[in-house]
């Protein structure tokens, strides 16, 4: 690849690797940013992250380079050479681990400053989970600044031996909506006036989805949950793709779960609207957008007390330990029927929305990180 970066043009590369959500929108929002006040700023990364983001349309200059979501040594090495076309840039911002590892290796022994925003941990053990570690070890070693989204992920980079490690500012963009009157929503998804519990994610494992549908089974036909009224028996609505969705799906038929797969949604805000509670059963999560935009639009939040969550939640929702369906079980089931409950924690979201971090934060946050990077940085070996 050519070298598509010069010191009078280029101040600033994002790295990004395959990306369909919050790290993809994160970044397009900073390549905006970052534009907008006249900065020259290149992303690199994958060619379907600019045909989802356009990041050429944001004023930013798109640059393809294949970073996979697992290792492919000959793809990985043709990911670093290409990278190190971006050395003369001031500073190169990689999000997720794995471009923050490869970017690190492409910038051994230049003097451009590298940050690395961590936006996942880890929630997979045997040889997945050692190469994970392997790139923790890289990153902490050779990056000169840190951004994590959660505590957990901060003192475990510390104790790998970063040099610099502070908390990430992740901002979900504006709430939007369809301007669809609930009702007309409500019609489409077939729900029957019932209690909508709403989760948004991504059908993989980290999501903890078999705790959910462990969970919805408990509000079933026949469970009783609706006092006798099954226009009161809760509808669980999923929406998200992906490789776990065939499992899912054969469950929910097997079982007759209260549980419907809607696939990939662009209507989030209306889905919040119609929704008695976003449940987010996960393994680990940083900050999830979701939960972010359900806090601006006063939905109540059930979800697991992990990673960044609690710190964003507050008294906002309610938390249970990862992998308790008892615990969540009886979080749903208050949220259920005590409306008294359901209007304290909805108003205690728009309160706590109001308090999160806007776009210009996040953006100034981001500005004060590459302003203090060491002069003449070199990546030792």
């Known amino acids: 690849m050519a070298d598509p970066t010069t010191p009078t043009t280029t101040r600033v590369a994002l790295v990004l690797g395959t990306s369909a959500g919050g790290v993809g929108r994160h970044v397009a929002m900073l390549a905006g940013g970052l534009a907008g006040q006249g900065r020259g700023v290149i992303v690199a990364g994958p060619s379907n992250t600019e045909e989802a983001f356009g990041f050429g349309r944001l004023g930013a200059r798109f640059v393809p380079v294949s970073i996979s979501d697992r290792p492919r040594p000959l793809n990985d090495l043709r990911a670093v050479l290409a990278l190190r076309a971006l050395r003369e840039a001031h500073a190169v911002h990689a999000h997720g681990l794995r471009a923050g590892a490869l970017a690190a290796l492409a910038l051994t022994g230049t003097r451009t ?50 040099r610099h490690v502070e908390a990430a500012v992740v901002p979900a963009p504006a709430l939007s909506s369809s301007g669809r009157d609930a009702g007309e929503l409500e019609a489409e998804l077939g729900t029957g006036g019932r209690p909508v519990l709403l989760t948004v994610a991504r059908l993989a494992q980290q999501k903890g989805l078999e705790t959910l549908l462990d969970v919805a089974a408990a509000f079933g036909p026949g469970s009783g949950s609706g006092e006798g009224d099954p226009s009161r028996e809760p509808v669980f ?62 939905t109540p939040v059930i979800a697991t007390a992990v990673g960044g969550i609690p710190p964003m939640v507050g008294d906002a929702g309610l938390l249970v330990p990862y992998g308790d369906v008892a615990a969540m079980r009886d979080a749903v089931g208050r949220v259920l029927v005590d409306d008294h409950l359901a209007a304290a924690l909805g108003e205690a979201a728009i309160r706590r929305g109001r308090e999160l971090p806007d776009a210009e934060q996040a953006l100034e946050a981001v500005l004060a990180v590459y302003d203090g990077l060491p002069k003449g940085s070199r990546k030792m070996g």
């Not at 040889?127 to 505590?151: K, N, Q, T």
């Not at 038929?253 to 919040?272: A, K």
């Open 113 to 162: 400053g590298l940050v690395v925003t961590l936006h996942n941990a880890a929630t997979a053990g045997g040889a997945i989970g050692a190469i994970h570690g392997l790139l923790e070890r890289i990153v902490a070693r050779r990056a000169d600044r840190v951004l994590v989204v959660s505590p957990d992920l901060g003192e475990r980079m510390t104790r790998l031996g970063a």
């Open 237 to 298: 609505l999923i929406a998200g793709e992906g490789p776990l969705r065939g499992p899912l799906r054969e469950r929910v038929d097997r079982e007759n779960l209260p549980v419907r797969l809607l696939g990939n949604r662009d209507d989030i805000g209306d889905l919040l609207g119609i929704a008695r509670a976003l449940v987010v059963p996960s393994r680990w999560e940083g900050q999830p957008l979701v939960v972010q935009e359900a806090l601006r639009a006063g």
